[in-house]
């Protein structure tokens, strides 16, 4: 298995510009978790999915930020409009259980 | 509200001695406490897992040791090795849910 793929893995772009986050997960895994990663903050849970429904979004920073999971082998996070303190790395993680594996990320930054 | 607290932020540690990274929760429901390790680029991975039924947990050269009515935990890294330089999360899970709170990292560097 190739693991949980993101991409891209980089992102530069405008403030105001719309960005696009995608993620698949492991064939299998049913559960798919958006972190968001800064220095100040850490890992900070933005979304959650359970067979593609998503159960909390109590993470989402603001509604400029949505995600949709349309089927199991795909997830997208949106941002629009963008601002640069949306400048962060982005990770997805799948897991059927109690291990999260993670991608490798998406580093967005936001000039 | 933080409900993971890990400490040190970083840490400093000559090749073959010990690394101990500590974590303090206050939510009795966690019933879960993984610890994570990511290194430079890449998504944190699994590292070593433990429930509150036992105190210890050892893989190789890491260990858990786990101080449920203290509601502390703490991973141990035995022979640290260079190569073991990268970040560290703990992170803890409530009965019967999947979703992780992490605690915010420690940077652990080992030095030759």
């Known amino acids: 298995d190739a693991g949980v793929i993101q991409s891209p893995r980089h992102e530069v772009t405008e403030m105001g510009q719309e960005v696009t986050l995608r993620c698949k997960p492991i064939?299998?895994?049913?559960?798919l978790f958006w972190y968001r990663q800064t220095m100040m903050r850490g890992l900070e849970l933005l979304i959650y999915f359970n067979n593609n429904v998503p159960i909390d979004d109590s993470g989402m920073p603001e509604d400029r930020f949505s995600a949709k999971m349309p089927n199991a082998s795909f997830s997208t996070l949106k941002i629009q409009p963008s601002e640069p303190r949306d400048s962060a790395v982005y990770f997805c993680?799948?897991?059927?259980?109690?291990?999260?594996?993670f991608g490798s990320g998406t580093r967005l930054t936001v000039v | 509200q933080q409900q993971v607290k890990q400490s040190p932020q970083s840490l400093i540690v000559q090749k073959g001695g010990i690394s101990i990274i500590n974590c303090a929760y206050e939510n009795t429901a966690f019933d879960y406490f993984p610890w994570y390790q990511q290194f430079p680029g890449k998504g944190p991975a699994l590292l070593i897992a433990?429930?509150?039924?036992?105190s210890e947990k050892k893989e190789g050269r890491f260990t858990i040791s786990f101080n449920k009515s203290a509601k502390q935990f703490s991973l141990h890294i035995m022979d640290s090795q260079p190569g073991d330089s990268a970040t560290y999360f703990c992170?803890?899970?409530?009965?019967?849910?999947?979703?992780?709170?992490f605690g915010k990292g420690t940077k652990l560097s080992v030095i030759p």
């Open positions: 064939s299998g895994h049913d559960y």
């Open positions: 433990i429930r509150p039924d036992v």
């Open positions: 992170a803890a899970s409530k009965a019967g849910s999947y979703q992780l709170t």
């Open positions: 993680a799948s897991t059927a259980g109690y291990g999260y594996t």
